[in-house]
């Protein structure tokens, strides 16, 4: 079955950047799409961005500007640049593949 491993999460300092990726197993982004979701503590599950079967993104208001969804279709890889990272952005963060996929999470701490 397909797997989903995220990495490059961890602690940062407000307005400095992170990548994180989603390495994916057996995965075809142009049969699924693809999207990254977070889950802060008290809070439910919200998806920031996602990426359709053609190519097509799509970012939360609150993270436009500074957060940006991608894939590299050859390595079955989905990425999310994060930049100017705020303390609200502090979450765990999810890698998912339609329709009911999910990776184990990686942590990404925003604090001075």
Request: aromatic share 8%; proline share 4%.
């Amino acid at each position: 079955q397909v797997q989903l491993v995220e990495s490059g999460g961890g602690l940062v300092q407000p307005g400095g950047s992170l990548r994180l990726s989603c390495a994916a197993s057996r995965t075809i982004f142009s049969i699924y799409a693809m999207g990254w979701y977070r889950q802060a503590p008290g809070k439910q599950r919200e998806l920031v961005a996602a990426i359709t079967k053609s190519g097509s993104t799509f970012h939360a208001d609150s993270v436009k500007g500074r957060f940006t969804i991608s894939r590299d279709n050859a390595k079955n890889t989905l990425n999310l640049q994060m930049n100017s990272l705020k303390p609200e952005n502090t979450a765990v963060y999810y890698c998912k593949q339609e329709p009911a996929t999910w990776g184990q999470g990686t942590q990404v701490a925003v604090s001075s």
